[in-house]
């Protein structure tokens, strides 16, 4: 179906803008304000470290309304409506496909590390030397082109083996727990505070054939929710968390709770700049530094508890 996207400036109340069009029969609105998308970032910091330069610069200076109209008969009549109530939208005419898979063509089949090649679930490749991991992220982070997730997949690589058991915090798209699975680990427990994460990452646990008896994925927060933690247990040999450094710091105290005797704790995300305070605080906890990864801006560390 096409769509004609209709643009207006919305200067300093874009609010007061949006009740005029709703009164005029205009729905699904969208503000984009440079201001909003400020406090946004403000309010919501401990998700992220880093925020792309090129997002950033989409929101300089910017206060508008979007909105969408269909292209046909009753679009052109709302459109008529518009202009005779004085207004003139920019026009621009878009595709469903065109917001709906258009970024599947930036996703191809990715070698990472040593061992994986991470297939999305539209593609089709095969490489007799690596493990295929099948991915369709949807919404959720973790496409395995990140160096953040890169590093923890190169990591797993290492930890991996029969009978281990891994708990991932933050698993977003599953992918590092089914690679874990894939290596010939025995379960695989995943958290995320994002509630649409359970049922993308059993999805992606089904494109690799792998049985809900061995991946397990709740929704919730750690940080918070004590019989979260509880439910989640002990007895982990593998403890990841690809998450933000403002996450990691009061994760790393609650993880020795999760682990195994001599078990490991894998961090990543950490946004160059803030690995040395992420290295202070697992030394702080009891944690010895086994390895460290860079890659581009971003750093992931390997750790375990030190014996008592």
């Given at each position: 179906?096409?769509?004609?996207?209709?643009?207006?400036?919305?200067?300093?109340?874009p609010d007061s803008l949006c009740?005029?069009?709703?009164?005029?029969?205009?729905?699904?609105?969208?503000?984009?304000?440079?201001?909003?998308?400020?406090n946004?970032?403000?309010?919501?910091?401990?998700?992220?470290?880093?925020?792309?330069?090129?997002?950033?610069?989409?929101?300089?200076?910017?206060?508008?309304?979007?909105?969408?109209?269909?292209?046909?008969?009753?679009?052109?009549?709302?459109?008529?409506?518009?202009?005779?109530?004085?207004?003139?939208?920019?026009l621009a005419v878009v595709e469903d496909g065109d917001w709906e898979n258009s970024w599947r063509a930036y996703?191809?089949?990715?070698?990472?590390?040593?061992?994986?090649?991470?297939?999305?679930?539209?593609?089709?490749?095969?490489?007799?030397?690596?493990?295929?991991?099948?991915?369709?992220?949807?919404?959720?982070?973790?496409?395995?082109s990140h160096a953040t997730t890169q590093m923890c997949l190169r990591m797993i690589e290492k930890l991996a083996g029969p009978d281990k058991r891994?708990?991932?915090?933050?698993?977003?798209?599953?992918?590092?727990?089914?690679g874990a699975l894939l290596l010939g680990c025995r379960e695989s427990v995943g958290c995320d505070i994002d509630p649409l994460v359970p049922d993308t990452a059993r999805s992606n646990a089904a494109l690799n054939d792998l049985q809900d008896d061995r991946f397990f994925v709740s929704a919730g927060d750690v940080l918070a929710d004590k019989s979260l933690r509880a439910r989640l247990g002990s007895g982990y040999d593998l403890v990841l968390a690809n998450i933000v450094a403002d996450v990691i710091l009061p994760l790393t105290p609650l993880v020795p709770e999760f682990l195994a005797p001599g078990g490991r704790f894998v961090c990543s995300g950490i946004i160059e700049g803030r690995q040395d305070e992420i290295e202070r605080v697992l030394i702080r906890n009891g944690f010895r530094i086994l390895e460290k990864l860079h890659q581009d801006d971003w750093y992931c560390f390997c750790s375990e508890r030190e014996e008592a």
């Open positions: 179906m096409r769509w004609i996207e209709c643009v207006l400036p919305a200067g300093d109340d009740m005029q069009l709703a009164e005029l029969g205009v729905g699904g609105m969208v503000v984009e304000d440079e201001a909003d998308f400020r946004f970032l403000e309010n919501n910091h401990r998700y992220w470290d880093y925020v792309d330069e090129e997002l950033e610069q989409k929101f300089t200076g910017v206060s508008r309304v979007k909105f969408y109209l269909s292209d046909d008969d009753e679009g052109q009549e709302m459109l008529t409506v518009l202009r005779a109530a004085g207004f003139e939208p920019e996703y191809k089949p990715l070698p990472v590390g040593e061992k994986f090649l991470v297939i999305p679930a539209w593609e089709e490749a095969n490489d007799p030397e690596r493990v295929p991991l099948r991915l369709d992220p949807g919404l959720s982070f973790g496409t395995g891994v708990l991932d915090l933050g698993c977003g798209s599953g992918i590092l727990g089914i």
